[in-house]
């Protein structure tokens, strides 16, 4: 075989190979470098295949061509070469007036060679090259400066890709050391050429070994995926972060982690690189099991850190890291210590407990957990707080107790304000009434003296609005066989007016308005006796049913008045107790159903009826 046939077939089998690799990575040339490394290849590959071709040439000319279509290759990979590493390391995209000057040195090397008037200033051939086989090709006076700039740039590509791959540990250990010996080649041979070492003569091996460099470094790359692991992980880890990083290749392996982390684990950084996460951090293996790719899984751990007394809380997060394809190519596992976080969490929970616990005394001391049976009528009552059944402590409240003579008085009340205030003027007004009551004192008078009684406290502003009624059973009529009702005495303290549903169906207010407590030191409370007819019910009900809000429109007193007679309505005509608490039960929840369903921006709500057997 001759040697051009030799070369021929290299030079394609080699050439296939170049450009194989070269559509293989730009397909990836979303990774970091990715065009810069295409660039290079297709250099490389020029410049093989033009010098190739140039050492089988027999005559000046043919070499003089040859070589000069080298040099395209030859310019362009220390400046390709030197954009790669630059976008790697950083993975950020060259600005353009950065690729403007890598362009100028390669630009004016080509132009000065395409010029037969210039072209000797680059390299220049004597006659008696001739003889030679091939001819060798002298060096002009500018070849050097281009040399020596595109040492400058190789040395500068290649150390800076050396040592950031020499950081890599572990499981590409080997690997990266197979990198690093391939990148040094290059500049080894043609350190070898220009010494005139080893017997090379006057073959060049630098675009050879180059050759080399590129297949072991897109093998590295891509194969080993180090490019798309490793700049992204290091972009992801700051060496002073609080939380602890872990990154993991495919295999579950750490491929890189933080001082923080490396804390948690308590093994130092370079001995946990290439471990498995299984046999340094095994909690987190569920975690993991449960990570769907593309996706991110969040948990939590109790570990127990070296040197640490108590163990420690950390919220865990598990996302992938994935190439601009989607495709996921490692696992960032991020350790936040919550601790203190969760123990001020749990002090917030236990001072809610205990808050809470103190809102159900203080609520249960405010309302009566049963109403008792008061002859003649039946009684419903309901109560729900602004933010709803939540245990929170407020002003609305309502009684139902025996009086002096076993007549019952009912009593609903707004106390202004909410919470531990509210609740002990709550308290007071309840128990101040309970206590006029078993003394007999009128409805009327009892409300002016309550005043006084609030007024006594000149430390804070307590007022109310009260309705005090006195339920009294009128006499049977033995005679006629016929019950008459009840009646009620009401007087109101600045109370809105009840509403009385009759037995022709209609709904009116009933009660003299009165003054609100705790204000003025004279109050105006007139009493009005109310008489119940069997069937007739009687709603007494704080502010915050009818100023209860839907936008600006509030529920007003004729949505409660309907609310009322529709009620009442299914039962209308029935009489006697089992009939009369039906109803009662069903005006309450009609009134509360009513309010909520019209609006969730509400005050408290308390609610009594009165139904006459």
Known sequence: MTRELALGLGLAVGGAAYLAMSWYVWRRRAAAGGPSLVVALLGIFVWTACYAVELSTHTVAAAQVWSGLKFVGVVTVPAALWAFVRQYTTRRPLPRSVLAALCVEPVLVLALLALPQTRDLVHFYRPSDEI??????????????????????????????????????????????????????????????????????????????????????????????????????????????????????????????????????????????????????????????????????????????????????????????????????????VLRDVTERMDAERRLRELLDDRTRLADTLQAGLRPQLLPTVPGVRIAAR????????????????????????????????????????????????????????????????????????????????FCTVLYGRVVQDPVDIATDWTPGVRLTLALGGHPQPLVRWLDGSVTAVGQPGTALGLLSRVEIKEESVHLQPGEVLVAYTDGVTEARSGIEQFGEQRLADVIAAAAEGLRGKHGAAAAALVADAVADGVLQAVEAFSSERDDVAVLVVVAE
Do not use: C
Not at 137 to 147: Q, R
Not at 403 to 419: E, P, Q, R, S, Y
Not at 429 to 451: C, F, I, K, V
């Open 383 to 462: 109560w729900v707080p602004a933010g709803g059944e939540s245990g929170r402590v407020s002003g609305d409240f309502y009684d139902v107790h025996q009086t002096l003579g076993g007549d019952h008085a009912v009593v609903l009340g707004d106390v202004a304000g909410k919470g531990v205030h509210a609740a002990v003027v709550t308290s007071m007004t309840r128990y101040t009434l309970r206590t006029l009551s078993a003394q007999g004192w009128s409805p009327g008078r009892a409300l002016e003296q309550l005043n006084q009684a609030l007024l006594s406290d000149v430390g804070e502003e307590r």
């Open 132 to 333: 030679t086989d091939p001819p060798v090709a002298h060096a002009g006076p500018l070849l050097w400066p281009h040399a020596l700039y595109s040492w400058v740039l190789l040395v500068v590509a290649l150390g800076t890709f050396v040592t950031r791959i020499g950081r890599i540990g572990g499981p590409y250990r080997r690997q990266a050391n197979v990198l690093i010996v391939a990148s040094l080649l290059p500049l080894l041979g043609n350190v070898v050429y220009n010494l005139d070492l080893f017997g090379l003569g006057r073959v060049d091996p630098a675009p050879f070994l180059f050759a080399i460099f590129t297949f072991v470094l897109v093998w590295g790359i891509f194969r080993l995926r180090l490019l798309d692991i490793l700049p992204v992980a290091r972009g992801a880890l700051v060496a002073q972060m609080v939380d602890g990083v872990v990154v993991l290749d495919a295999q579950g392996r750490i491929a890189d982690v933080n001082a923080a982390a490396a804390h948690v684990v308590g093994v130092p950084r370079g001995a946990l690189i290439g471990r498995y996460v299984e046999d340094v951090l095994p909690a987190v293996v569920p975690l993991l099991r449960e990570h769907r790719a593309g996706g991110t899984t969040k948990g939590h751990l109790d570990l127990e850190l070296d040197g640490e007394v108590e163990r420690r809380d950390f919220a865990v997060q598990v996302s992938s890291l994935t190439d601009r394809r989607g495709s996921e190519i490692a696992l960032l596992v």
